[in-house]
């Protein structure tokens, strides 16, 4: 079916290393999901293929927030995602990382859920995913 992307983030790494996060989801209602690539050569060009980063099955399938994406000169990259809980009186914030500049990713999402006042202040912030890991610590 047709697909939709959007809400692109970027971080840039070091030697031309350019981590691009965002999201796609059906016309149809279907489930919202996360995506990375990295491109190699500054943002020149891109591979074809991106990995699905978002594993949470329980989750509702729908992004309240656009993805933010993060990374330090250690090869570690983090990309964060909100998703309303089930109930639409809590909010999920969803979590994942690289080790290895986006080679393979975690094969659960760490999930840190909380009231709507809970996120708002994480979500005031233009790069949210970075105050979470200053509050939280790595993951």
């Known amino acids: 079916g047709l697909l939709f992307s959007n809400y692109a983030s970027l971080a840039l790494g070091s030697d031309g290393l350019v981590y691009m996060a965002w999201t796609d989801y059906a016309p149809d209602h279907g489930p919202t999901h996360v995506y990375f690539k990295l491109s190699t050569d500054h943002g020149?060009?891109?591979?074809?293929?991106?990995?699905?980063?978002?594993?949470?099955?329980g989750a509702r399938?729908?992004?309240e927030d656009p993805p933010q994406i993060a990374t330090d000169n250690n090869g570690n990259v983090y990309i964060g995602w909100a998703e309303p809980s089930r109930d639409g009186k809590r909010i999920t914030i969803l979590?994942?990382?690289?080790h290895d500049d986006g080679a393979t990713w975690q094969?659960?999402?760490?999930?840190?859920?909380?009231?709507?006042s809970f996120w708002a202040k994480f979500h005031?912030?233009?790069?949210?995913?970075?105050?979470?890991?200053?509050?939280?610590?790595t993951f």
């Open 44 to 57: 020149e060009t891109w591979p074809l293929a991106a990995d699905q980063i978002d594993h949470n099955p």
């Open 61 to 63: 399938g729908v992004v």
């Open 95 to 98: 979590l994942n990382r690289s």
């Open 107 to 116: 094969d659960q999402d760490q999930i840190i859920s909380g009231s709507s």
């Open 124 to 137: 005031g912030s233009a790069h949210w995913i970075l105050n979470l890991l200053l509050e939280f610590g």
